[in-house]
């Protein structure tokens, strides 16, 4: 194996999901916009390039905060709403990925995995740089109000996820199953 590979290979498995970040420490905008710029070279069917990359300012993380407490409320109560609140407003960065709707399912399907190419890209050069992200999906990213918030119109994308971005406080560790339980050599 070339030092390369030995490298892209530690990059991958030594990425994790950080669900904690320095509140006080924000990436550079240009890091992640060049970030970004890199991760569309995603291979995706037909080049339609089906992806769209939304960083969230100041007012709009607010508002979507403002949103998932309201949500928030009438599932789970006020005092786990408020902690959540808090919490989100802590967040450092916000990055909402998209993928472009079609009628055709076979296409919708590629263009969803493109998207997802292109969101893992993003992860790994940004944690090559020391930026942690998690990729989260939930009732709040499914709403109505937060393509409104975000202003991505419903009937022409789709939200493959809302990406955080920051410096990590914590590194969590996690698992993968051996590769004898998810690899078949056939004949
Ligand atoms: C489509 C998608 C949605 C995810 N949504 C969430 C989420 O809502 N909350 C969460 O904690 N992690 C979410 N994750 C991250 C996974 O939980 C995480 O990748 C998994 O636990 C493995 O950890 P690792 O990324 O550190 O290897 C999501 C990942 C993907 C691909």
Known sequence: MSNQTMDIAELISSRRTIHVF???????????KEAIAT????????????????????????????????????????EKAEHKYKRWMEIP?????????????????????????AIQNLMLILWQQGIGTKWSTGPVTFDERFYELVWINQ?????????????????????????????????
């Not at 960065?93 to 190419?117: M, P």
């Open 22 to 32: 320095e509140p006080d420490k924000i990436p550079d905008k240009r890091i992640i």
């Open 39 to 78: 991760a569309c070279w995603a291979p995706n069917h037909h080049l339609t390039e089906p992806w769209h990359f939304f960083m969230l300012g100041k007012e709009t993380v607010a508002d979507v905060c403002q949103l998932n407490k309201e949500m928030l409320i009438e599932t789970k109560g006020i």
């Open 93 to 117: 960065g916000w990055i909402v990925v998209t993928c472009q709707k079609s009628d055709d399912e076979v296409r919708y399907q590629e263009d969803y995995a493109a998207c997802c190419c």
């Open 155 to 187: 009937e022409l994308e789709n939200i493959v996820g809302l990406i955080w971005y920051g410096y990590p406080a914590d590194i969590p560790q996690t698992v993968r199953k051996p590769l004898q339980q998810v690899f078949t050599e056939l004949p």
